[in-house]
C-alpha cells in the first residue's frame, strides 16, 4: 500500500530549453500522472523568451493537469497566467507577492530552516520547500536540511513541504516515509545517463 500522494513529483525545468524536442519529452513525462508541480527555472533567459516558452510548457501542463509554477517571478506569473509562483529568500517577499498574484499559488524556499517555515505558514505560503537533502549538481549546495528538521516543520505547521536537493530512484523513499509532501527533482530527469526522461520518471514508482 503507497503511503504517500500519487502525484508526488515536483518537477524543475532543465537551466536551458533550447531544442523543440523538449516540449514533446515534457509532454510525455507529464502524462505520467505523477507530477503534481511543473516549476519553470530558467535563470539566464530574457524575459521574451521565458514568455514564449512558459506560454508553451502552460499548455502542456493543463493538457497534463500540472501545475505551473513560475521561478522568482510573480509579475511572469501573472503575465502567462500561471498556476503560481515560487520565492527564495532573496527574491519578492511574500506579502508583496500575494499583492500580485492574489489567490495564485505561492510557495516559499525555507532551506532547512523552522523559523523561516513559520515565517512563510503566517504570511500565506501555499507550500514550503525545504533542501538540500542531498548532493545536487543543478545549483551550489548552500543549505544542507535534514530529516529532523522535516519531521518537526510536518508537526507544527499544516502545511506542505517539498524537499528538494539530489532526489533520484535511491534515495527517495525516505524522504516521503518521512512524510515530505512532494519531491522536487531535476537532473535525475533532464540530465541523467542513464535513463530517458520517461523511464526516469516510471523508476519512481
Known amino acids: 500500500m ?25 509532454n510525455l513525462v507529464l502524462s505520467s500522472k505523477k507530477i503534481k508541480f511543473f516549476q519553470l527555472r530558467l535563470k539566464r533567459e530574457s524575459i521574451k523568451n521565458k514568455i514564449i516558452i512558459a506560454k508553451k510548457i502552460l499548455k502542456i501542463c493543463i493538457k497534463n493537469k500540472v501545475k505551473l509554477i513560475i521561478n522568482d517571478n510573480p509579475y511572469l506569473t501573472l503575465k502567462v497566467n500561471a498556476h503560481g509562483c515560487h520565492l527564495g529568500q532573496k527574491d519578492t517577499n511574500i506579502i508583496d507577492a500575494r499583492k500580485i498574484l492574489k489567490n495564485k499559488i505561492i510557495g516559499v524556499t525555507c532551506h532547512n530552516s523552522i523559523s523561516l517555515a513559520k515565517k512563510a505558514y503566517v504570511n500565506g505560503a ?5 533542501g ?25 505547521l499544516n502545511l506542505p513541504v517539498v524537499a528538494i536537493g539530489g532526489v533520484n530512484e ?24 542513464k535513463f530517458k526522461p520517461l523511464q526516469a520518471i516510471k523508476n519512481l514508482i
Not at 503507497?2 to 515534457?26: E, H
Not at 501555499?126 to 525545504?130: E, M
Not at 538540500?132 to 507544527?156: D, E, P, Q
Not at 525516505?174 to 540530465?191: P, R
Open 126 to 130: 501555499n507550500y514550503i520547500a525545504l
Open 170 to 193: 535511491k534515495n527517495y523513499k525516505k524522504l516521503l516515509l518521512n512524510k515530505a509532501d512532494f519531491l522536487a527533482i531535476s537532473s535525475y530527469v533532464w540530465n541523467n545517463k
Open 132 to 156: 538540500a537533502f542531498y548532493k545536487t549538481k543543478t545549483k551550489k549546495v548552500t543549505h544542507k536540511a535534514s530529516l529532523k528538521t522535516l519531521n518537526k516543520i510536518k508537526k507544527s
Open 2 to 26: 503507497k503511503i504517500y500522494n500519487k502525484k508526488f513529483i515536483y518537477l524543475i525545468s532543465p537551466n536551458k530549453i533550447r531544442s523543440k524536442s523538449f516540449y514533446n519529452s515534457l
